[in-house]
């Protein structure tokens, strides 16, 4: 992690192996240098200051940190950073373009898809893998979709009519 | 001019879209661990693997000697300064870190400060602790055998392992009415422990600055104020120099209630560095370590008589609450509100003797999505009651709406002493068995029988009290449980409007603004919505046991009509007319005689900073705490249809209707969010969320592999339904909302899946109702209680 803070001590650096990786996020070429054990979560949020990708487990069980590797949906917190060198990464501040908001990030408001934010990135990471799959999905593949992914505050139902608001929403669009 | 629109301006009653959504779709959200301090330092904990040993020695330093680590706490030097205890919201003590011994596995031994979390991480695993293993407790039977090993010895005149023995209600008189009843219907109910999990886990950021003495400490809690207090006396810091900031809260659900030794080390760790210092809890910890929730026992008698009256009630309850009695309860009631149990249904006598008990397990007991142990009460009662009508042969929806309390019996006084002050019981109830098709499924269900197939259909109606307190009453550590609202109109009209309650996801940043509109006319989005500072927000009790809306929501009302009479004077200034000759409409004040002359409220605004009558303090601004004369009592029915699997025992959910009767809905969409996550976690606590210890106090659910939360797929499909009867003392007539389906939630499951297994002599499965539980409760035609046993690779 020799390079994600500014400061190290005596001895850390010498002895701590690192890596230079070349990442792609969000469309814009990324370069740190990291330890081999970082994590692509604490990359992203530790060392490129993007806290939208939010870590809730330690087992890959809840996909708080979900984010599209080379367009795929992973948990972040479960691939080391340096695995992503050479590669794509897209996160929850790549969704919305310049001027507008991304439809799935308007099906989460207008359909009250979201109570506490936290599980909301990587809910709406796994929804735009799965609408770019598949466009007009039936609740039971949403539910599928999305059963990597927990939620404490809204029991669900909400966040598969925020998932068919922005089906319509993508489709009206084109 | 006539007056603004209301649901326009988005006032009450506007599924108003959220403001804080805005930041939170964007991943722009602002959450502990998102915050970064120049020169911050990580902190991570050492917890013990033993649930009860004696500390023989500690060696850390080989964590002391590595790269980068520039501190390690233990017991030792905390007891140097007198902090390796410290005091519980109930009147208890807990360890900071161990010094004597670690009481339950995951307890906090030492904690390491370094550069960065991977290193202090790694110098965790360099400490080593040398322990003796003592014999281990981990349920109430044998914490109080004879002979139990002493689980407390740290504290004096502690000899046995009981926290408390306490009871209320009328002994004698309800022995007398057992001596007449027809039917005594008994049963033994056991509600497992459980966690409420928030997806964020707990974390802190103390930044104590030596040049000024002041301490600020970002956290995850729901109570900032009262963390503000419980630092100042642990930490005996001027509580001026005292600055809590709550930012934004990945969910609480009670677990974010009481102080954890986190918090106490990270703020001892900046002050030795003089360094901001962050700790964030792992999952496991998070599970391990902080804020169980039920793991009660219980015995409930009734006394019924043959034409299905209910004459008297006996509960006697033992809570397991682990090694420390943690978890902030009333200071009056030490079981929380279990007395409010049966409050729905019109007892005259009543009885309920509670225990509390130590035992090697995680401090637990924390008000789980529920005021102080009101979940545990419902449940028992509406299982109680569904035994009850199947001992007197009766239907189910009968036997309730007999016993309810009647719509003109308000205010009816409790047996054990709750003033219930409002509902429409029997509607609720008719809406939900329409809403089902009540009568076509239970011949459904007959023809279905006929062809080997188990349909059940379970009900569960309650009120329960939510809204502490009224300060008579409630009160944690001697404080009273009040609330506030500071409301600053700016000359332009818009305004910041601040409470002492802080939001969780409960979207209080949306609401409160509605509230202000609806008492103002201003429009919601001119009004910004702040919490959780405690530099700037008015002293509050913070946000839990669904407190929000019914104490800072009134308090937002009642600083709203400050403002509005004092805007009344200076209108009255405008129009050149006496005060009395003022009407108010939404957004305006006008003459009387002559309704088009008029000034808005925001031109009220204007006028209070530039042109205010002689003799007025110049401002719009006002501050309003609120003590409320009750608590409110919403009510809900819940409806489940279910069909069990005879030849594997798994239950599938067909239906679930609920009817909530939460009074007046500030905003309708965001009270469906709350029932529709509280339904869920109701589902998930009947079917599979719970946390048990093995033999040596292994905790088994320590991540999320091993204690489950139902994911989109399990999580059935949700029909909402609505009553409405408003609060009669609450300003806006609301009544809270935030727990009501997690609190009567879970009996419905259950009694839905017994209603399928009636007629097998299966009576109860304690829950989490697992399909190899059902299977064998089919296969035996037995009970199956307590918690479900634990494999491990020795049985
Ligand atoms: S943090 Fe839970 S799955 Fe990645
Ligand atoms: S919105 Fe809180 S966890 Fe999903």
């Known amino acids: ?174 | 001019m006539t007056a603004v629109d209301e649901i326009k301006i988005g006032g009450m009653g506007a599924s108003r879209r959220r403001v804080e959504d805005n930041r939170f779709i964007r991943g722009k959200g602002n959450y502990v661990d998102d915050i970064v301090l120049p020169g911050m330092l990580h902190m991570e904990i050492l917890r013990s693997p033993l649930a009860h040993a004696r500390i023989k020695s500690i060696d850390a330093s080989k964590a002391w000697a590595m790269p980068g680590v520039r501190l390690v706490l233990t017991g030792e030097t905390m007891a140097a300064r007198n902090l390796a205890w410290m005091p519980t919201l109930s009147y208890d003590t807990q360890a900071v870190l161990a010094t004597d011994k670690v009481r339950f596995q995951g307890q906090e031994v030492a904690c390491v400060i370094a550069d960065d979390p991977y290193i202090a991480k790694d110098a965790c695993e360099a400490i080593v602790v040398d322990y003796e293993p003592l014999p281990v407790i981990v349920n109430p039977t044998q914490s109080l055998a004879e002979g139990a090993p002493l689980i407390r010895d740290d504290k004096e005149n502690q000899s046995n392992n009981v926290v408390y023995d306490w009871e209320v209600g009328d002994k004698d008189g309800t022995d007398r009415v057992f001596d007449q009843a027809d039917v005594i219907s008994k049963i033994d109910l056991h509600y497992p422990r459980s966690h409420p999990a928030p997806i964020e886990c707990c974390g802190s950021i103390a930044d104590f600055n030596r040049a000024t003495s002041k301490l600020t400490v970002y956290m995850t809690t729901q109570a900032p104020h009262i963390i503000r207090a419980a630092v100042a006396l642990v930490a005996e810091l001027p509580e001026q120099m005292i600055r809590i900031i709550s930012p934004d809260i990945g969910g609480g659900f009670g677990n974010k209630v009481p102080v954890y030794p986190g918090y106490v080390a990270s703020i001892l760790a900046s002050i030795l560095l003089e360094r901001p210092v962050k700790w964030i809890e792992d999952r496991t910890g998070n599970l391990i370590s902080t804020g169980f929730a039920r793991d009660i026992y219980l015995h409930g008698e009734l006394a019924l008589r043959k034409d299905g009256r209910i004459l008297g009630v006996r509960m006697k309850a033992t809570a397991d609450h682990g090694a420390f009695f943690s978890d902030a309860q009333p200071s009056k009631f030490k079981i929380g509100l279990m007395h409010s149990a049966f409050a729905c249904y019109d007892i005259p006598n009543a009885h309920l003797e509670a225990r509390g008990v130590y035992t090697n397990k995680a401090p637990g007991g924390v008000a789980y999505r529920c005021s102080f142990r009101v979940t545990e009460a419902m449940f028992f009662q509406e299982r109680m009651v569904q035994a009850a009508a199947d001992d007197l042969g009766m239907d189910q929806a009968e036997f309730r709406r007999i016993n309810f309390v009647r719509d003109d019996d308000f205010p009816h006084r409790t047996p054990w002493g709750f003033l219930t002050d409002s509902g429409q019981y029997g509607k609720c109830l008719d809406v939900g068995l329409e809403a089902i098709g009540y009568e076509e499924f239970l011949k459904e269900k007959e023809e279905a029988a006929k062809r080997g197939r188990l349909l059940g259909i379970g009900i569960s109606t309650m009120t329960e009290p939510l809204g502490a307190g009224n300060s008579r009453e409630y009160d944690i550590l001697g404080i009273k449980m009040f609330d506030s609202a500071e409301l600053k109109i700016h000359m332009t009209g818009k305004a910041l409007l601040r409470t002492g309650a802080k939001t969780q996801g409960q979207g209080h940043e949306t609401t409160w603004a509605q509230i202000v509109a609806h008492e103002l006319g201003l429009p919601a989005e001119d009004i910004l919505v702040e919490e959780g500072d405690t530099d700037t927000a008015p002293f509050g009790m913070g946000t839990y046991a669904s407190r929000s809306t019914p104490v800072a929501g009134a308090a937002v009302a009642m600083v709203s009509r400050k403002i509005r009479a004092k805007a009344r004077k200076i209108a009255a200034h405008l129009l050149e007319i006496s005060e009395e000759d003022v009407e108010w409409e939404l957004g305006r004040f006008y003459v009387r005689s002559q309704p088009d002359r008029g000034v808005t409220i925001q031109e009220c605004a204007m006028a209070a900073y530039s042109n205010m009558p002689d003799g007025m303090e110049p401002g719009l601004e006002n501050v309003a705490y609120y003590d409320p004369p009750n608590l409110t009592w919403p009510f809900a029915c819940y409806i489940v249809t279910v069909e069990v699997d005879p030849e594997t025992g798994v239950w599938d959910v067909l239906r679930l209707v609920a009817v909530d009767d939460c009074g007046v809905r500030i905003n309708p969409m965001i009270v469906e969010g709350q029932i529709m996550g509280g339904l869920t976690e109701a589902y998930a606590m009947a079917n599979m969320q719970f946390i048990t210890f093995d033999e040596h106090g292994n905790c088994i659910g320590s991540n999320f592999t091993d204690y489950l939360l139902p994911t989109a797929w399990e999580t059935p499909g949700i029909e909402l339904h609505e009553v409405e009867t408003p609060c009669p003392h609450h300003p806006i007539g609301a009544k809270g909302i935030g727990e009501c389906a997690a609190v009567g939630g879970p009996a419905a499951f259950v009694n839905a899946v017994m209603d399928a297994l009636k007629g097998t002599g299966v009576r109860n499965i304690d829950m989490p109702v697992f399909p190899d539980r059902v299977y064998e409760a089919l296969q035996t035609g037995q009970d199956v209680s307590g918690a479900p046993p634990v494999r491990t690779d020795e049985t």
């Open chain 1, 1 to 174: 992690m020799t390079s994600l803070f500014q400061e190290v001590s005596p001895g850390a650096a010498e002895e701590t192996p690192t890596r230079q990786i070349t990442v792609t996020v969000n469309g814009e070429s990324r370069t740190a240098v990291v330890e081999p054990r970082l994590v692509l979560a604490h990359l992203l949020r530790n060392g490129l200051n993007m806290t939208g990708t939010h870590t809730g487990c330690d087992t890959s069980n809840c996909g708080a940190c979900t984010v599209l590797f080379d367009g795929k949906p992973v948990k972040s917190c479960t691939m080391f950073a340096v695995q992503a060198d050479g590669h794509e990464v897209m996160t929850v501040e790549g969704l919305a373009g310049p001027s507008e908001l991304h439809a799935i990030q308007e099906g989460f408001k207008e359909e009250h898809g979201l109570q506490c934010g936290f599980c909301t990135p990587g809910m709406m990471m796994a929804s735009k893998a799965l609408l770019d799959e598949n466009p007009s999905p039936s609740e039971d593949e949403i539910r599928w979709a999305l059963s990597g992914n927990l939620c404490r505050c809204t029991g669900y139902q909400n966040i598969v009519k925020a998932v068919m608001w922005a089906a319509r929403k993508l489709e009206d669009q084109g």
